[in-house]
């Protein structure tokens, strides 16, 4: 059986260029990568179709075809789309048509068809339904976070509703999750909540009905725990250098042995560095205890290299040292130049001498990778309450990690000192129920098998023509949503 993933954003290469170096290559890549692997050991052959970038500051994705070196029946398919040169997500949807042509003509020559689409974020949903039109081949839309609660929580936080718009295209991209989860022969969601919370926004109330099983199976993603693990591995010691020289390098030295908060997620004003990074500065007890570690890509010393910019990524790194000099904790607040994921989970495991925890206080968190993959290697977490962490974290009663309200700076900071202020024993217990937690629950090897008993379901159903609006080939004459 072939299966086909349909991600438009681009951004697949054998080496995961810029996994760590770019706020557009986050979870969705580590999520479609490590599915489509796991689904190829269960014999299934897997084809990755996204888009070929011509330009000449991003070479590995220029390419018709590329693979994962040493995994057999998974092809990368790159298809040109749109004009040449890297293009942000947001800005892909006019030419997502092209995309659906380039697909079908692809397989056409190759002489091969999908059994089955997955078909991934809006923008991947939206050409899954226009291939299901086309071709009768069912998809699955998996979201991996959705418009609705980014555009409401951004909100909340006080941005402006047009310069939303302006920025993150929010229109055409609720438009296209309508579409997608409304023809889709079913939506997979990481947790329950997803379903029951995310997808009963009255944003998508009159596209999907949350109450019908069939639309909807709950398969929890996995870590790869060849990475993300508890057992020391050669790059440990180099790691743990490079710490000890930033700690030397930012800290002063009568508090380079205190435990580290880590936050390593995509430098997006939706991950909420700012909140915590307030929190921390402006609670003494916690910030006399404990020291701030910002995992950042390719910069050494964002204290000198920072400057006012419209740059997305620059612009919270600005605004979370501006709240650091604020608050005179520059000695207290380190960054971290972090390269791979294997660089990251060997950072998780010597931060873990220290005593340390992990951070993820997302203003929305529709599942949280970074979070699982810091409790593999053993490091307890402080998450938001927003979103996945409130499943993947609790689960009758039993407390994997701790849950804050990610809009309350002193409920951030009481979260925080719970497991900074907390005794060795207490702190050993979260972090063995961590480590316990992802390995019964969430493994690759489960996802790839939630995911082909649906499909192989799936597949020998009948579908009908789907009703999707003609203007989705067109350039989509989208209406302002409202929030
Ligand atoms: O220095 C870094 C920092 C991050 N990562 C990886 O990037 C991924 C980040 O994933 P995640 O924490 O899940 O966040 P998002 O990038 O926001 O991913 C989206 O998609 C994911 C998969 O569905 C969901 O878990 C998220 O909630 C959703 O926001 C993780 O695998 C990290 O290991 C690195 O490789 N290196
Ligand atoms: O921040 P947003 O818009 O909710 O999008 C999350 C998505 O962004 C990415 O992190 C990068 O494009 C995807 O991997 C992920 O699915």
């Not at 050409?127 to 976070?145: E, Q």
């Not at 910002?294 to 709240?323: F, Q």
């Not at 379901?457 to 989705?472: A, M, R």
């Amino acid at each position: 059986m072939r299966v086909a993933f349909i991600n438009p954003q681009g951004n697949f290469d054998s080496r995961d260029s810029y996994w760590t170096t770019h706020p557009d290559f986050g979870g969705q890549l580590v999520y479609v990568k490590e599915l489509a692997v796991a689904m190829s050991g269960l014999g299934i052959s897997c084809d990755i179709i996204t888009r070929r970038i011509t330009d000449p500051d991003w070479p590995e994705f220029a390419g018709d075809m590329d693979s994962y070196p040493g995994v057999e029946n998974v092809r990368i398919i790159r298809i040109p789309f749109g004009p040449e040169g890297f293009l942000k997500k947001e800005k892909l949807w006019p030419y997502l048509d092209q995309f659906r042509k380039g697909i079908i003509d692809f397989y056409r020559q190759d002489r091969t068809m999908p059994s089955f689409i997955t078909a991934h974020y809006g923008d991947g949903g939206l050409v899954g339904a226009m291939l299901f039109k086309d071709t009768g081949i069912p998809y699955s839309f998996t979201a991996h976070s959705l418009g609705a609660q980014k555009l409401e929580k951004l909100l909340q936080a006080g941005e402006d509703r047009a310069r939303l718009e302006e920025k993150y295209n929010f229109s055409y991209r609720i438009a296209a999750e309508r579409i997608a989860m409304k023809c889709s022969a079913v939506n997979f969601v990481s947790t329950s909540m997803e379903r029951y919370q995310q997808y009963s926004h009255r944003l998508y109330r009159d596209f999907v009905n949350i109450g019908d099983d069939s639309k909807f199976r709950v398969v929890p993603p996995g870590v790869n725990t060849s990475i993300f693990k508890s057992e020391p591995t050669d790059l440990d010691a180099r790691v743990e250098e490079k710490l000890t020289s930033a700690l030397k390098g930012f800290v002063e030295p009568s508090r380079q042995n205190l435990p580290l908060i880590i936050v390593s997620s995509r430098l997006e004003p939706k991950k909420n560095h700012t909140g915590l990074v307030r929190a921390f500065s402006k609670d003494i007890a916690l910030n006399e205890a404990s020291n701030l570690l910002i995992v950042v890509r390719g910069m050494e010393n964002p204290y000198d290299e920072y400057e006012k910019t419209d740059d997305p990524e620059r612009a919270v790194l600005s605004e979370i040292i501006e709240i650091v000099r604020r608050n005179g904790v520059e000695k207290k607040v380190l960054f971290l130049n972090i390269e791979s994921q294997l660089e990251l989970a060997a950072l998780y495991r010597v931060a873990g001498k220290l005593r340390s925890i992990f951070a993820l206080t997302s203003l929305y968190e529709p599942f949280g990778l970074a979070s699982i993959e810091a409790m593999a290697c053993g490091l307890p977490v402080v998450a938001t309450s927003n979103g996945g962490p409130s499943e993947s974290l609790n689960e009758n009663g039993v407390e994997y990690g701790v849950l804050v309200d990610p809009a309350d700076p002193q409920d951030i900071a009481r979260g925080l000192k719970r497991l900074i202020n907390c005794d060795q024993d207490v702190w050993k217990s979260f972090r063995e129920r961590a480590m316990n937690r992802v390995l019964d629950k969430y493994t690759w090897a489960a996802t790839a098998k939630g995911y082909l008993d649906a499909i192989k379901e799936l597949i020998k159903n009948t579908y009908p023509e789907p009703e999707i609006p003609d203007c989705i080939y067109t350039g989509m004459e989208i209406p302002f949503i409202e929030s």
